[in-house]
């Protein structure tokens, strides 16, 4: 079964250093995704990508952070100087087009500690 | 703006025995469910979803859940549990935006564990 692959799946970094996480989303998939969840805390959504833009994101999503499509099959995640609190586990997502409430594929998680 | 309460933070349960995890979600339309099990130090693998039609589905590893619309809940259940369903359950709710642009908000999770 295809699945989405996110790499690495544990970084550490210290603080405000430059991170990027990567993702590769499912191959006929259109429909992009960024979560997070902070350890013990519930999942939530990020930044939605679609056709080359972000389509929506959260109030987490703020200027450190950045979405990338920068070929045909990775989708990237970076955060620019980081902060310890953004130390969590990060998701990447993907969906096919279309409506009627397509299944969001969730890769394995890139595990990243702020020090 | 939708929302997702799962009122169970921990659970136990006995090997073999029945189980149900509540889930009750708002949205103002016709919700998109979904429940996804988390093992520890792993990612998201989703159980199952409901989009429409029967309000009874079933998904992986013997689980179903029902949607029940009067009450706002898409509970999960399994009949009989074994000892490798120990995990954290997550529901969620999608809501299409934008055509076809769905996010999910997910609940805060009930963590299962199962005792011999």
């Known amino acids: 079964e295809p699945e989405v692959t996110q790499t690495p799946s544990h970084q550490v970094t210290q603080m405000g250093q430059e991170v990027i996480l990567r993702c590769v989303p499912i191959?006929?998939?259109?429909?992009f995704y960024w979560y997070r969840q902070i350890l013990g805390q519930k999942v939530e959504f990020l930044v939605s990508f679609y056709n080359n833009e972000i389509s929506e994101k959260s109030e987490i999503f703020d200027d450190q952070f950045s979405v990338e499509r920068p070929d045909g099959s990775n989708f990237t995640l970076k955060i620019r100087s980081t902060k310890l609190e953004d130390s969590a586990m990060y998701f990447c997502?993907?969906?096919?087009?279309?409506?009627?409430?397509?299944?969001?594929?969730f890769g394995e998680g890139s595990w990243l500690t702020v020090v | 703006a939708q929302s997702v309460t799962q009122p169970d933070i921990h659970i136990t349960v006995s090997e073999g025995a029945s189980l149900e995890l509540r889930c009750n979600y708002s949205y103002g339309a016709t919700p998109y469910l979904f429940w996804y099990v988390q093992s520890p130090g792993q990612g998201l693998q989703l159980l199952l979803k409901?989009?429409?039609?029967?309000?009874l589905v079933q998904g992986i590893k013997g689980f179903e859940a029902e949607f029940k619309r009067s009450q706002s809940s898409f509970n999960l259940r399994k009949p009989s549990v074994h000892w490798s369903d120990a995990a954290e359950y997550f529901c969620a709710v999608g809501a299409e935006r934008n055509f076809g642009n769905e996010k999910l908000t997910f609940g805060t999770g009930t963590r299962l564990t199962i005792i011999p």
């Open positions: 409901y989009f429409s039609g029967d309000t």
């Open positions: 191959s006929n998939h259109l429909y």
């Open positions: 997502a993907s969906r096919m087009e279309g409506a009627g409430g397509n299944t969001i594929y």
